[in-house]
């Protein structure tokens, strides 16, 4: 009798487990095949895709070859090739499962993805950055062998301003659902009552049914804390017609909520569930955090009752020698490295980004401007997105509010990055705000077929229909563009519609931004642009280099790199700072987003060829920081910060310019080789303090006092010729599975066993284990050597290879070689 008391529990508790998985979402990136070419014939079942290549997904097939001038895309698109490229993919639902509902989410495709399953065309979506998904469900042979294939089309280049990628480069998912699911992207969770003492939590969810019949069903909402543990629940009784959807509002009200915040980034989650006969038939979770924020327009941004100012980078969607191919342990490096800076924000720049980016930035606790687009109606690149807006920009706009409105980081939807629908014909640097009230007026009265008050009135409306997309999906957040028209008479802002008007540039409009636009808050969107090679230095520091001349005329030079003092920027930016001191002193800037966080591939101002990637970031490419990223920490954080370059390897009797950042401290004294060059303390509003002295062979030292008390001491030693190599792995354990990855820096030592700041040599690398080299890089945006090839010239001292766990457990070992030097192997394991 016990035995059969044990076995109906077991049976009732499996039943219970089996039905909590009623929702499978199962990453489909595995073994897919992938061919780089067209051919009209590969959506086809019976196709022959045997000779293609196997691969697992996201895949970006451009980073895989050689950087050259010759691809259509240029330099500014990254000196990358495009193409036509076809993936398939074989794959068997199970026969138990005829009956459910099958939906396959695509979290990105660029661009111009076509998708067929079983030769049917499912549809096409031209936006690169969107995400989408498509029903299966009619078009499944349960039990037996499906195909989907997808055609890619990047061929027609130029069409972006910077490296877009090319291929299913975001990750892929199977849903397998009941008849009566939450619907795609179906619960929407606001807080609109928030103190530290009480939270009500609004919960909107969407039910689809699809099935022949009407569905009666209990809808729960259940909050959860961090740990998992129920925190309350509400349910409703509802019916839905048949191939229909509902929406029900429900409410929850919690005491003592933890606040997110950038520092606590507390996350709750709501689990929307289904039931019917008390049987779970649906679970959806949304995340969720807790927090309230104002803009003011005289304090700037407030962030559940606190003052914080915004201290955040503009960020493009490549992942150095990864290319665009998603990774979320690269993503995270990435935020690592910038919080390590003191940044508190990211600006999506210029497009919809990964989802994984925004869940990062949830769980790590970033500010997040979340933008849709670069451009409207009009174009910047030949073949870019302007071709489509007119079809597209509804749908693609939609689906990204749609998708991202339940992310706590996000705080602004930016609709718009520096749109040429800010200007008409009309001169707008020669009228003042009264004058451009007086034209707009009179532009939306007179004839219609006058050209000049036709733009105006199309393209505030343009401004205004988006706004009101946004408004309608998700009234919580402020809308907002990037404008480099910083006049009145720009049409976006004149539309009213933004919530809060970012400049890009323009620092000298700053100031005056509260005459020129009363009662309007002010956030930074876009600022600075220096440019910076990491390790190399121009003097004199004090010495200004305003490159290029305009954006359309690069420089050709012998030697295209840029110094790394705070000494070069593009003609409409400025340095770190002169930007920054103004952010920091106007409570009316809410913050700025300085471009960029990290270079990036593509856009390789204030050159060209042989560039091919940016100098703008405060770190470089391979995610080795520039000395002004110490800058930022030294302002940023309140860890103690002394940090002195350039380095100390020049020419007897050189002069040269020693710069430090510092906090915490009152005075920095610099010696070499135990002469004291004497204290110094920063001027007003200068982050830095500076030495010009003649160069001789030694160790420069620099100390930091605060009330005469030593707070650090740093030192740079003049360096003897490389000897070795030296690998040091970010993490030397990894997870097994195919995706995690170990970032190795790669140095060159002298005798001594100091780091050569100056060397180029050529290391080669190979793997034994269950691993594979994903990448190497250097940092150098001139270096035309494919970011996939296992050996990379060290660029001021540093390389860089990726290493990536396959499927199996096991040690890696990671070898590296170089002419003349002693090698290295480094040992990672795969657990």
Known sequence: MKILY????????????????????????????????????ASAVQYDDSGWRTLNLPHDWSIEADFSADNPATPGGGALPGGIGWYRKEFVINKSDEGKNIYIDFDGIYWNSKVWINGHLLGERPNG????????????????????????????QPNSRWYSGSGIYRNVWLVTTNTLHVNHWGAYVTTPQVTRDNADINIETSVRNTSGEPRCFELYSILLDRDGKEVVRTSNSLTVDSNSVVKADQKLKITNPTLWSIENPYLYKVVSRIEQNSQIVDEYETPLGIRYFTFDVDKGFFLNGENIKIKGVCHHHDIGCLGTAVNVRA??????????????????????????????????????????????????????????????????????????????????????????????????????????????????????????????????????????IVKKLDPTR?????????????????????DIIGFNYHENDWIDFQKKFPNQKFIVAESTSG??????????????????????????????????YDNCHVPWGSTHEEAWKLVKKNDYISGMYL???????????????????????????????????????????????????????????QEVDVWAYYNNADEVELFLNGESFGRKSKAEDVFHVFWRLPYKKGILKAISYKNGKEVLT?????????????????????????????????????????????????????????????????????????????????????????????????????KAVSEGLKGMDIKIKSK
């Not at 920009?393 to 339940?406: F, G, K, V």
């Open 6 to 41: 044990l076995f109906i529990i077991i049976l009732l508790l499996s039943s219970c487990v089996a039905s909590t998985k009623s929702r499978l979402n199962e990453d489909f990136t595995q073994d897919w095949k992938f061919h780089l070419s067209d051919d009209s014939l």
């Open 129 to 156: 950055y969107v995400s989408f998904r498509y029903d299966l469900t009619p078009h499944i042979r349960f039990g037996e062998k499906n195909v989907i294939a997808v055609r890619v089309d990047n061929s027609q």
């Open 331 to 468: 993503i995270e490096r990435q935020l690592e490295i910038l919080k390590g800076m003191g940044c508190n924000g990211i600006r999506m720049s210029h497009n919809p980004p990964a989802p994984e980016l925004l869940d990062l930035c949830d769980k790590m606790g970033f500010i997040v401007m979340d933008e849709a687009f670069d451009m409207w109606r009009k174009q910047k690149s030949p073949f870019d997105y302007s071709q489509y807006f007119a079809e597209w920009h509804e749908r693609d706009l939609t689906d990204m509010i749609l998708r991202d409105r339940n992310h706590p980081s996000v705080f602004m939807w930016s609709i718009g990055n520096e749109v040429l629908e800010q200007w008409s014909h009309i001169n707008a640097d020669t009228l003042d705000l009264q004058q451009a009230n007086l034209i707009l007026n009179f532009a939306n009265t007179i004839n219609k077929n006058n050209k000049d008050s036709e733009e105006i009135h199309v393209n505030s409306l343009l401004a205004i229909k988006l706004a009101n």
């Open 478 to 498: 402020l809308i907002t563009t990037g404008n480099n028209e910083t006049k009145p008479l720009n049409h976006v802002i004149r539309s009213g519609a933004m």
């Open 531 to 564: 440019l910076m090679s990491r390790g190399y230095y121009t003097m004199p520091s004090d010495s200004i280099s305003i490159w290029p001349d305009s954006w359309d005329k690069p420089l050709t030079k012998k030697v295209q790199h840029c110094s790394s």
């Open 595 to 653: 471009w960029t966080g990290f270079d990036y591939l593509g856009e390789p101002t204030p050159f060209w060829w042989p560039s091919r990637s940016s100098y703008f970031g405060a770190v470089d490419l391979a995610g080795f920081p520039k000395d002004i990223y110490y800058m930022y920490q030294s302002e940023w954080t309140n860890k103690d910060v002394l940090h002195i370059f350039p380095h100390w390897n020049w020419q007897e009797g």
């Open 714 to 814: 740093r030192e740079i030693k003049t360096t003897g010729e490389p000897v070795s190599i030296r690998l040091t792995a970010d993490r030397q354990t990894i997870k097994a599975g195919g995706k995690d990855l170990s970032f190795i820096t790669v140095e060159a030592l002298d005798s001594e066993g100091n780091i050569v700041p100056v060397a180029d040599n050529l290391i080669n690398f190979a793997i034994e284990g269950p691993g594979i080299i994903a990448g190497t890089d250097n940092g150098d945006p001139t270096d035309s050597v494919s970011l996939k090839k296992p050996q990379r010239k060290l660029f001021s001292g540093k390389a860089l290879v990726v290493v990536q766990s396959g499927k199996s457990r096991g040690d890696i070992i990671l």
